[in-house]
């Protein structure tokens, strides 16, 4: 399998490469969907994750949204994996035009790549919502930048310019996805050779859709489990998806 993979690379001359949640899961980045992060919401917080992180539930209980995004969204030591480093490097040697992530970690760019599309936007940009001002992540980390007017100690982190509420550029449920990403990721799949989906059972929106735009050669599926698309696929590896980059890349 590992040899068909190098194969279809070394032919390639436009790989896009699609991934989701198990791309980080070997980062230490756990995949808040699973059954574990279902479980410990619902322990916590007796809500499931896609409650947590709606924008109502955003809008209407905010500090509970961010106490709860801090503890299960943001891993500051998680560090790039095999599976991005080997990315970054087929887009080094020209082989790969674009990354496209349900992720919102940042670890592509970490890695390496440069030509990265987030499709769920990113933990790394914050923004306040009432003037607009941007924030880093480790700013809105800071506890000194989480305290109500009063000076208590909130989760919210608030903007140092006009005390508004910041909040993440990341897209929670209610909320649409950007459409010019999602129109430049759909061009970016139909013009590639090669498309490779990792880390993704591909059942979430818009992951499905998007796969359906490929008309290249060679549909590649790396994942630890079955999915609906394996019978359209010329090659699919159901292994950890750092290995089988990390061995046929690096
Ligand atoms: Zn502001």
Redo the contacts with the bound molecule.
């Keep these: 399998m590992y040899e068909k993979l190098k194969e279809i690379i070394d032919r390639s001359r436009r790989i896009v490469f699609f991934g989701g949640a198990g791309v980080s899961t070997e980062s230490g980045v756990p995949d808040f969907r699973s059954e574990n992060g279902l479980y410990q919401a619902i322990q916590v917080y007796g809500r499931p994750p896609e409650e947590m992180l709606s924008y109502s539930f955003f809008r209407d209980n905010t500090d509970i949204f961010f106490d709860y995004y801090i503890n299960n969204l943001i891993y500051l030591e998680a560090k790039p994996n095999q599976a991005h480093l080997a990315l970054a490097e087929l887009e080094r040697r020209g082989k790969l035009a674009a990354v496209v992530t349900q992720n919102i970690d940042g670890l592509h760019q970490l890695a390496g790549s440069s030509q990265v599309w987030e499709l769920h936007g990113s933990v790394l940009r914050n923004y306040?919502k009432?003037?607009g001002?941007f924030y880093d992540l480790r700013c809105i980390m800071d506890e000194e930048n989480r305290k109500d007017g009063t000076g208590a100690q909130t989760h919210t982190p608030y903007?140092k310019?006009?005390g508004?509420v910041v909040k993440p550029d990341v897209v929670l449920y209610e909320e649409a996805l950007d459409d010019s990403v999602v129109n430049e990721a759909v061009e970016l799949i139909c013009e590639a050779d090669t498309l490779i989906v990792g880390g993704t059972s591909l059942v979430v929106y818009p992951a499905a859709g998007l796969i359906n735009h490929f008309r290249g050669d060679d549909l590649v599926l790396i994942n630890k489990s079955e999915t609906q698309y394996d019978g359209k696929a010329t090659l699919v590896i159901n292994e950890p998806i750092g290995k089988v980059l990390g061995t046929c890349v690096l």
């Design positions: 306040c009432d003037c001002a903007c310019r006009c508004g």
